[in-house]
């Protein structure tokens, strides 16, 4: 089906509704090829597919912004936030849509500790409370000072501190944080120590990556022991890779954060060892992405459902090949999800 | 109004069967098309109507497309229990009604997603205005205002998006 005869179906398709419409030039076309009756077919049945789930699509798709997200092109108010070194490296690195990308490097001396997950610490003061959340599951937790917490399934908070200003995340939460001049809440995910200032924020972390995205407001974000910190606005996310002691600064939209508690995960240029870690919380099984594809970097949007079609989404999307690791007896069954380059 | 119909139609009928051979590619069933849009008109109760012929040529049109429905939604059912019954557990007999709305409906759970995911996935300008106008169901002209961009840039859009959803949906 050549390019121009599929480009006149559409074309035809929708002048149809047209009260001028002409029906003469129309059986014109449709005779002088059974090719192009063949295309007419094809965007028929496309549009009437559509047409036959409009509710459900309206209530799964991302809201259209009154205003289309304009990320500015040109400025960058980063440029006077982000300390330069003594400790930090700066590079300019690709930019993705309008917005440009600093790399930031991350200094050597970053402690990469997991999470202390044992529950007897005996420095900690004793109000610590620890939510978890199993597959599939997702819980908001509210603190006293207004502050919400929605945690993304498989996911671990450690809430401490006399005024529940300490917390610790393992996995992802979206963060709705009322600003409180007398306090400082802070939150340790995936190594790094971030601050918040009155905000509403995303945190996806597993070992190695950590992305954060900032709805409103601003954010502090450090390594955990260093002395500078990186400012994160409305509307950038900063995705590090924590053995690289790589971070990079990029542009978001503001609606697409915390989007995974309406069944969508947006992601924009994020690492794809990160989704595939994010997609296993939803689709029931381990999935992991191949050496070979890891730092690949993803953007779109997979729709959640009942996330038994992630893998092969993400897969048709990068063009991945989906391979089982050997699950109990070598079989198939129980196995996790291996996402390898594809052939084609 | 439906005398007046009716004569429309019989004045109009070889023009009209001309149009649906030419869109079903086959004179037989064609002429089937034709015996049910008689059989429509004959039911009435359409009130007045502007533009006989533009309404006949658009009856025309729904039936063949109706037709099409129907063909595919057979292909996909009966590819849908050839692929359950090949890992299904052959000791059941009778799979038969127990499973026909449980099959259905993870059918239309997958197909929304999938859909969901495709549009999800368009250009941006493509996908506010596909959104817009296919999903939330924004006459053209509306689309055109909120976007700030004209009729014919909607159009343009539109015209991207069916493209794009036709290749991303084409594995079905």
Redesign the interface.
Same mark, same amino acid.
């Given at each position: 089906m050549t390019e121009t005869i599929i480009d006149r179906a559409i074309a035809w398709h929708r002048a149809q509704d047209d009260a001028d419409f002409d029906w003469d030039g129309f059986t014109l076309w449709l005779e002088a090829d059974p090719a192009h009756r063949l295309a007419f077919d094809e965007i028929a049945l496309l549009d009437a597919r559509i047409a036959d789930h409009r509710p459900a699509l309206a209530a799964l798709l991302p809201p259209i912004a009154a205003v289309p997200v304009a990320l500015p092109a040109t400025e960058d108010p980063m440029e006077n936030r982000v300390m330069p070194p003594r400790r930090w490296g700066l590079r300019a690195g690709g930019g993705i849509a309008a917005a440009i990308a600093l790399a930031v490097a991350v200094p050597a001396l970053l402690t990469l500790s997991p999470l202390n997950l044992s529950p007897l610490n005996l420095s900690s003061p004793p109000s610590a409370a620890d939510y978890r959340t199993g597959a599939g599951q997702s819980r908001t937790i509210a603190l006293k000072d207004g502050s919400r917490i929605a945690l993304a399934a498989s996911s671990h908070l450690r809430v401490e501190g006399k005024g529940q200003d300490k917390l610790t995340l393992e996995g992802g939460a979206l963060f709705d944080i009322p600003h409180r001049p007398d306090r400082t809440m802070t939150i340790r995910a995936g190594g790094q120590e971030i601050s918040d200032i009155g905000t509403r924020f995303d945190i996806l972390a597993d070992a190695r990556t950590m992305r954060v995205a900032v709805a409103e407001g601003v954010i502090a974000l450090r390594p955990a022991g260093a002395g500078n910190a990186v400012r994160l606005p409305a509307g950038r996310q900063m995705v590090i890779d924590r053995a690289a002691h790589q971070g990079e600064i990029s542009a978001v939209a503001p609606d697409a954060i915390g989007s995974w508690r309406q069944g969508r995960l947006i992601y924009e240029a994020v690492p794809l060892s990160l989704v595939a870690s994010d997609i296993s919380r939803y689709a029931g099984v381990p999935v992991r992405a191949g050496a070979d594809v890891a730092g690949r970097r993803f953007s779109g949007v997979l729709i959640v459902g009942d996330g038994s079609g992630l893998v092969g989404e993400v897969a048709q999307l990068m063009d991945l090949r989906i391979m089982r690791e050997g699950g109990r007896g070598g079989g198939r069954e129980g196995g996790a999800v291996l996402l390898r380059a594809g052939g084609g | 109004m439906e005398g007046g119909l009716e004569t429309v139609y019989h004045a109009l009928r070889g $023009?009209l069967l001309?149009?649906l051979i *030419?869109?079903? %590619?086959n004179a037989a069933e064609a002429e089937d098309v034709l015996h049910d849009m008689w059989l429509r008109i004959g039911e009435g109760g359409s009130g007045p109507i502007a533009?006989p012929?533009?309404y006949l040529?658009r009856i025309a049109?729904n039936l063949v497309?109706d037709r099409?429905?129907e063909t /595919?939604r057979r292909e996909v059912r009966d590819r849908a229990w050839m692929e359950l019954a090949t890992g299904a557990d052959m000791r059941r007999p009778d799979p038969v009604d127990p499973h026909a709305d449980a099959l259905e409906q993870m059918t239309?759970? $997958? $197909? &929304? *997603?999938?859909?969901?995911?495709a549009?999800?996935?368009l250009p941006?300008g493509a996908r506010?205005a596909f959104?817009?106008h /296919? &999903? $939330? %169901?924004m006459p053209q002209g509306e689309v055109a205002s909120r976007?700030g961009i004209s009729k014919s840039g909607v159009?343009k859009h539109?015209?991207v998006a069916? /493209?794009y959803?036709?290749r991303a949906?084409s594995e079905d």
């Open positions: - | $023009e001309r149009f *030419a869109r079903t %590619g533009n012929r533009a040529y049109q497309l099409l429905r /595919k239309a759970r $997958e $197909e &929304v *997603a999938r859909l969901a995911s549009i999800a996935n941006p506010r959104q817009l /296919k &999903v $939330e %169901g976007l159009e539109m015209a069916m /493209k959803l036709r949906l």
